[in-house]
């Protein structure tokens, strides 16, 4: 039998997860690997480099440090002088007098000023008697110019705009978002030696919570676990075709085909000459109408002619309807004293508050070190922020990809030679 050739595998060398297979570096590892047989064995290197004479100690107490770098350019190390020299005295004798000298001389000035009347000629005359002008300090502060009533807005606005004027900050800016405490101190009974009693009416708590949770369990399940039927007692298609088929192949009472004519009744029956009312009543009418009028008129006018009488009895009914008024004013405040105590609703989801930390009594050692840990601290401060209406409560969100990512080689290792 003729020997079989191995054919060599044809790969592209454009493509980096092909470098390995058609690449020989067999020559270059080896290469590697004596130059760090080498490096660990030591044997080309001089005895120089591998051996060191020891110099005393004593020769290098002389030099002085080097300093570093970055320190080089700051304080005493600078190159560049200072701009004035300093004196060995922080305030000596020659600066003292000169400020002496200065403060004295700005007294003299400001006695001058104060002695010496403003010159009456105040006005200077420019270009020949065309124009005049008074003399103005242009440093000097304006004074507060009039503004007209009734572009007093579009002043404020320009002003505002122009941030010449701060806007006025809210009454709330600084106020608190919750009145409650950043860090609530923990009930006496969830200590690790409590007394007796103290966690007795921690695990009361406790109980009571999980007996609001199990009856609302038992409610949505009677509402709606219960309401619906079991798999056994659901209705088939058969029973469904039964039930909406119920009458409709019964034979149908036979009526008589005789239909009366349904007569048409007017809302308002037609007027005629007989049941016309005369002119005579009507005007009667209308004068009875007119005096009613009048009487009911007759009877407020006296009403209130009889209050002046009853201003007592008015005075506390006024004071009563105040009472009221204050009373309702109060219950709002105290509304919203107590909304500040409790987390309000910053998202659409509600504020679910933490399960109470407790140990049992079995669990309860007397001793710190051996304390079963309840509760987590990161969660606590992350409830709190919740509570304190910080943060908004959130939920976990899950992320899920619509589609697949896409791996593609960039085109510089593609192209690569």
Request: proline share 5%; glycine share 2%.
């Amino acid at each position: 039998m003729a020997p079989v050739k191995k054919t060599r595998v044809r790969l592209s060398k454009n493509k980096k997860k092909n470098w390995n297979k058609v690449c020989d570096v067999k020559d270059i590892e080896e290469y590697l690997e004596e130059n760090r047989f080498k490096e660990r064995t030591a044997s080309e290197k001089p005895n120089e480099e591998l051996f060191f004479i020891q110099v005393d100690h004593n020769k290098d107490e002389g030099k002085k440090e080097k300093v570093l770098k970055c320190f080089q350019k700051i304080g005493s190390y600078s190159k560049i002088p200072p701009p004035i020299k300093q004196n060995a005295e922080q305030f000596s004798k020659k600066i003292k007098n000169n400020l002496t000298k200065a403060d004295k001389k700005r007294t003299k000035k400001a006695l001058k000023a104060l002695q010496e009347t403003k010159e009456s000629s105040q006005k200077v005359v420019q270009k020949g008697d065309l124009f005049v002008s008074e003399i103005k300090d242009l440093w000097a502060d304006e004074e507060k110019e009039t503004v007209d009533p009734e572009i007093q807005d579009l002043v404020k606005f320009r002003d505002e705009y122009t941030c010449k004027r701060t806007p006025n900050v809210p009454s709330h800016r600084y106020q608190k978002p919750s009145l409650l405490p950043s860090v609530e101190i923990p009930h006496s009974g969830s200590s690790y030696n409590p007394d007796f009693y103290d966690h007795q009416e921690l695990l009361s708590e406790a109980v009571k919570i999980e007996e609001v949770k199990q009856k609302e369990e038992l409610h949505l399940k009677r509402v709606l676990t219960d309401m619906f039927p079991t798999k056994a007692e659901a209705p088939t298609q058969e029973s469904i075709l039964k039930e909406m088929s119920q009458g409709l192949f019964d034979e149908e009472d036979e009526s008589d085909d005789d239909q009366t004519e349904s007569t048409f009744v007017p809302y308002n029956p037609p007027v005629s000459h007989e049941n016309r009312l005369p002119k005579a009543r009507k005007r009667r009418k209308k004068e009875m109408k007119e005096k009613e009028r009048l009487k009911l008129v007759d009877k407020i006018q006296k009403k209130r002619l009889n209050d002046v009488y009853r201003i007592r009895s008015l005075k506390k009914e006024i004071n009563e309807e105040a009472q009221i008024t204050q009373e309702r004013i109060d219950k709002s405040l105290q509304k919203q004293i107590e909304k500040m105590y409790k987390p309000r609703t910053l998202s659409k989801y509600k504020y679910e508050a933490p399960d109470l930390e407790v140990n049992l009594s079995e669990e309860i050692s007397g001793s710190f070190r051996a304390l079963k840990t309840e509760g987590n601290l990161l969660e606590d401060r992350y409830k709190s922020l919740q509570r304190r209406n910080l943060i908004e409560p959130r939920t976990k969100q899950k992320f899920k990809r619509r589609y697949k990512l896409k791996v593609q080689v960039k085109r510089s290792h593609r192209d690569f030679k």
